[in-house]
């Protein structure tokens, strides 16, 4: 980028109001911003205005946001491009930084929030701009989680950064919160994407077991091993290797996964040359690992060499906006094993589901769809086909008005992040009378 007096800011979309709001934003923040209302004459004045950074819609008529992106990525590597939209799905949002997006932002954006981005990106870039960074290595799309909660939006754009490279992740869950589905989504839009994805299990199988099944062993080395046999670990070539509830391992079997980790190479059960991996280690566990360090039931060393790039994922409960999405999406597959032409959840069905902590987490929700479909006689689950576990079981007191009441007021704030301003709004009420039906 030539030197200018203030940083550049392209703004594009096909809202002219939101153009104004954000062009009236960065221009008090100092910084130099023209808009375009289309994919096609930002690309008309990119050259002329010589941007430092570009914000841009993905649904515009004519080219999309995604189109731009591309065209920029390709011809102009010192801009830098920030991504909003609408829809806040994953694909979206991997496809975007993926193919190098600075950021991702969901509509409807504060125009605070894009400032700040904006200071981030020029501080970002001068810090580049005075320092050698290495080329990134592009990758390609694809996913299948669901939801647009801030924390999944960070999941999605992680993928989407790890999908360009092969460093080892470790996964941090409670169980049932689509550990597996996040390394599926990170191998399946890697450059090894068609490499095998191997899936293992570590509690399902004894030390032995789970030494041969990724090590491989040659013929004799124990009792049944009539034959030679290829691990997990040569199968996999160049793919990925996911170890899930890494946390249940033994001591033993760390000291193995650490020394492959460390020199890329492993000896089969019984072997005595050793064998080179290419794999890419992908691992996950529930179990709190600080604490099985202190207890010297998992060694540290094997801990960092894994937490590379660390995903904490939320539970269910801490993401509560996102679980009428998520149950919609899982009537396709929940039809397709049920044979139940299910289609829709009623309102009152969504409440209780909103309401409910999900211990289990998806796995939990859709096992419970599952059962409202197989008892639903039509097309709709409604609240009584639902048979929820625990405190949320409705019982005389969650019956009443008061209460209805307060599950909505819940419902829309999660929806709305806890803005209470916002949330009042959407309810019609005051501020005040909102603090009423809060918790103390």
């Not at 981030?120 to 320092?131: G, H, Y």
């Not at 094993?337 to 309102?347: A, F, H, L, N």
């Given at each position: 980028?030539?030197?200018?007096?203030?940083?550049?800011?392209?703004?594009?979309?096909?809202?002219?109001?939101?153009?104004?709001?954000?062009?009236?934003?960065?221009?008090?923040?100092?910084?130099?911003?023209?808009?375009?209302?289309?994919?096609?004459?930002?690309?008309?004045?990119?050259?002329?205005?010589?941007?430092g950074m570009i914000v841009t819609d993905v649904r515009m008529s004519g080219m999309t946001g995604l189109e731009l992106?591309?065209?920029?990525?390709?011809?102009?590597?010192?801009?830098?491009?920030?991504?909003?939209?609408?829809?806040?799905?994953?694909?979206?949002?991997?496809?975007?930084?993926?193919?190098?997006?600075?950021?991702?932002?969901?509509?409807?954006?504060?125009?605070?929030?894009?400032?700040?981005?904006?200071?981030?990106?020029?501080?970002?870039?001068?810090?580049?701009?005075?320092?050698?960074?290495?080329?990134?290595?592009?990758?390609?799309?694809?996913?299948?989680?669901?939801?647009?909660?801030?924390?999944?939006?960070?999941?999605?754009?992680?993928?989407?950064?790890?999908?360009?490279?092969?460093?080892?992740?470790?996964?941090?869950?409670?169980?049932?919160?689509?550990?597996?589905?996040?390394?599926?989504?990170?191998?399946?839009?890697?450059?090894?994407?068609?490499?095998?994805?191997?899936?293992?299990?570590?509690?399902?199988?004894?030390?032995?077991?789970?030494?041969?099944?990724?090590?491989?062993?040659?013929?004799?080395?124990?009792?049944?091993?009539?034959?030679?046999?290829?691990?997990?670990?040569?199968?996999?070539?160049?793919?990925?290797?996911?170890?899930?509830?890494?946390?249940?391992?033994?001591?033993?079997?760390?000291?193995?996964?650490?020394?492959?980790?460390?020199?890329?190479?492993?000896?089969?059960?019984?072997?005595?040359?050793?064998?080179?991996?290419?794999?890419?280690?992908?691992?996950?566990?529930?179990?709190?690992?600080?604490?099985?360090?202190?207890?010297?039931?998992?060694?540290?060393?094997?801990?960092?060499?894994?937490?590379?790039?660390?995903?904490?994922?939320?539970?269910?409960?801490?993401?509560?906006?996102?679980?009428?999405?998520?149950?919609?999406?899982?009537?396709?597959?929940?039809?397709?094993?049920?044979?139940?032409?299910?289609?829709?959840?009623?309102?009152?069905?969504?409440?209780?589901?909103?309401?409910?902590?999900?211990?289990?987490?998806?796995?939990?929700?859709?096992?419970?769809?599952?059962?409202?479909?197989?008892?639903?006689?039509?097309?709709?689950?409604?609240?009584?086909?639902?048979?929820?576990?625990?405190?949320?079981?409705?019982?005389?007191?969650?019956?009443?008005?008061?209460?209805?009441?307060?599950?909505?007021?819940?419902?829309?704030?999660?929806?709305?992040?806890?803005?209470?301003?916002?949330?009042?709004?959407?309810?019609?009420?005051?501020?005040?009378?909102?603090?009423?039906?809060?918790?103390?």
């Open positions: 980028m030539s030197e200018q007096s203030s940083p550049r800011i392209l703004v594009v979309d096909d809202d002219t109001d939101g153009l104004e709001v954000l062009q009236t934003r960065l221009t008090h923040a100092g910084y130099d911003v023209e808009t375009a209302e289309s994919a096609e004459k930002a690309l008309s004045r990119v050259k002329a205005f010589d941007p992106l591309e065209k920029i990525r390709g011809t102009m590597d010192d801009v830098e491009v920030v991504v909003m939209t609408a829809h806040d799905d994953m694909e979206t949002a991997v496809t975007a930084m993926k193919s190098g997006a600075f950021d991702f932002l969901v509509k409807p954006v504060d125009p605070k929030a894009v400032q700040a981005l904006a200071d981030r990106c020029f501080k970002e870039r001068e810090l580049v701009e005075t320092t050698e960074v290495p080329d990134e290595v592009a990758a390609l799309p694809r996913s299948r989680l669901v939801g647009s909660d801030p924390k999944m939006i960070d999941i999605y754009k992680t993928i989407g950064v790890l999908a360009r490279n092969r460093a080892t992740v470790l996964i941090r869950g409670e169980t049932g919160t689509g550990k597996e589905v996040i390394a599926r989504g990170i191998h399946e839009n890697s450059d090894a994407a068609q490499e095998p994805f191997i899936a293992v299990n570590c509690t399902a199988l004894t030390d032995t077991l789970l030494e041969s099944e990724l090590f491989g062993h040659v013929k004799g080395a124990f009792t049944g091993a009539t034959g030679a046999r290829k691990g997990y670990f040569e199968l996999a070539k160049k793919g990925t290797i996911f170890l899930d509830e890494i946390g249940d391992t033994s001591p033993d079997f760390q000291t193995k996964l650490l020394r492959v980790l460390q020199e890329r190479r492993f000896y089969p059960v019984g072997g005595e040359e050793p064998r080179k991996t290419e794999a890419r280690v992908i691992a996950a566990t529930h179990q709190p690992i600080q604490e099985l360090i202190e207890k010297e039931r998992f060694r540290e060393d094997l801990y960092f060499r894994l937490k590379v790039v660390e995903i904490h994922v939320p539970p269910l409960r801490d993401r509560r906006g996102d679980i009428e999405a998520i149950a919609t999406a899982l009537l396709g597959r929940i039809r397709e094993e049920t044979g139940k032409d299910v289609r829709r959840i009623s309102d009152d069905a969504v409440e209780r589901l909103m309401a409910y902590d999900w211990p289990g987490n998806v796995r939990e929700l859709e096992n419970a769809l599952m059962r409202a479909a197989i008892v639903a006689r039509g097309t709709v689950i409604g609240e009584d086909h639902l048979i929820l576990e625990g405190s949320s079981q409705p019982g005389p007191r969650d019956l009443t008005l008061d209460a209805a009441i307060r599950r909505h007021v819940r419902l829309v704030l999660d929806r709305t992040d806890d803005d209470a301003a916002e949330a009042a709004r959407l309810l019609d009420i005051s501020a005040k009378e909102l603090k009423k039906y809060l918790p103390d």
